[in-house]
């Protein structure tokens, strides 16, 4: 169910980083903090405004500005 | 001094730490080539009792690392070793028929009592492997070692899937992760460990 409602809000699994993105959007969610979260929870996060031209993150444990450059490289 | 990535530092600590995963491998595979003979000895012409096992390659050790960050990324200001994994060196005891585990893991954990469980769960609320993590004290206390104690037929299946799964073609990426996949794999271990 929350694949389903993750797919239908356009984001696409990356497998080699087991997230949940939306380059559009700009918006990545990790597995984990899938796993962890309610339906309900994700839909309020899927509704959150974008950051701009910056990505956003939804993470278990918030990531530092290392891991934040390393995925904004990766992810374009 | 040109940048280097946490990947070029943790393969360099790999080489380094790779003679000590060696010997604990050898001492933990003749450790229990010895724990288990009193099963092998008196094993009927249809049973078998095998022992493998295996130095974590590099890669193998550097990916597993990475998978257990959130996200699969290093961050360049943290530091990290290879010595947190639970498996540098490992050693799978296999067996046929599966009922015979119920003589080989009382004899293993007497002898490794204070190492940790890791248990690998059916799917159905059963158990479908014994799997435990610790020190071989006497050689190392730097590298953690794994044995597994598994059916001889999941772990057949368990060798062919993780070279297709977790070494795939780039046609297969990703393919392990599928529901069907998983649904298949599911038959085949409840199959198996019947």
């Not at chain 2, 990290?80 to 954990?109: C, N, Q």
Request: aromatic letters at 10%; glycine letters at 4%.
């Amino acid at each position: 169910m929350k694949k389903e409602i993750l797919h239908r809000a356009n984001y696409r699994y990356v497998f080699d980083r087991d997230m949940y993105v939306n380059r559009d959007a700009k918006k990545a969610f990790s597995l984990e903090y899938v796993q962890d979260h309610s339906e309900e929870e994700l839909l309020q996060r899927i509704r959150e405004a974008a950051n701009g031209s910056n990505w956003r993150f939804y993470f278990n444990s918030e990531p530092t500005e290392g891991v934040r450059r390393e995925l904004e490289r990766v992810l374009g | 001094m040109p940048e280097r990535f946490v990947e070029d530092i943790l393969r360099a600590e790999y080489f380094k730490l790779l003679p000590e995963i060696r010997r604990v491998t050898w001492q933990l595979e003749t450790e229990i080539r010895y724990h288990t003979s009193s099963i092998r000895h008196k094993l009927r012409q249809y049973e078998q009792l095998l022992i493998r096992s295996r130095v974590k390659d590099c890669e193998s050790a550097i990916k597993a690392l990475q998978r257990r960050q959130e996200g699969r990324v290093f961050d360049p200001d943290r530091s990290y070793s290879l010595t947190s994994l639970p498996d540098l060196a490992g050693v799978r005891v296999l067996i046929f028929p599966g009922s015979k585990l119920k003589a080989a893991h009382p004899l293993l954990r007497k002898s490794y009592s204070d190492w940790e469980a890791d248990p690998v769960p059916d799917g159905a609320g059963g158990l479908l492997a014994h799997k435990y993590n610790g020190y071989c004290h006497d050689i190392s206390s730097t590298i953690r070692a794994e044995y597994q104690i598994v059916p001889m037929l999941v772990g057949l299946f368990w060798e062919v899937e993780h070279s297709a799964m977790y070494k795939p073609d780039p046609a297969l990426m990703g393919i392990g992760k599928s529901p069907e996949m998983n649904q298949l794999k599911a038959e085949v271990e409840s199959f198996a460990a019947v």
